[in-house]
């Protein structure tokens, strides 16, 4: 399985971006869960979102919560963040992930900055 993310890039303070997560060469329903870290210049990778494939559980980081939404599209083997009302302080690389059976798995990184 490969992961894909894409979305990224320059938005303005109180803007949207989605982020999108597409995962290749198997079924995403072999997937427990995908979701999303991101990681501030010179921080730590943390957690942001995550959702099951199977089930409705989601998660969002509290910090994040009201403005960013996590959903799956098993039509597209994709799960998207929606991010609404950025923020300086949510520029970082956002980067998705997937847990398949005992690995994580990880996509590249995508730059969100968010400057006027």
């Known amino acids: 399985v490969q992961l894909q993310a894409s979305g990224g890039g320059l938005v303005q303070p109180g803007g949207s971006l989605r982020l999108s997560c597409t995962s290749s060469?198997?079924?995403?329903?072999?997937?427990?869960?995908m979701g999303w870290y991101r990681q501030f210049p010179g921080k730590e990778r943390e957690m942001v979102a995550g959702?099951?494939?199977?089930?409705?559980?989601?998660y969002v980081e509290e910090s994040v919560k009201g403005r960013f939404t996590v959903s799956r599209d098993y039509g597209k083997n994709s799960i998207h963040l929606q991010m609404n009302n950025l923020t300086p302080e949510d520029t970082a690389v956002y980067s998705c992930y997937a847990e398949l059976g005992q690995d994580k798995l990880w996509g590249q990184g995508t730059q969100v900055t968010v400057s006027s």
């Open positions: 060469g198997g079924s995403i329903f072999n997937i427990r869960v």
């Open positions: 959702i099951t494939i199977h089930g409705s559980k989601s």
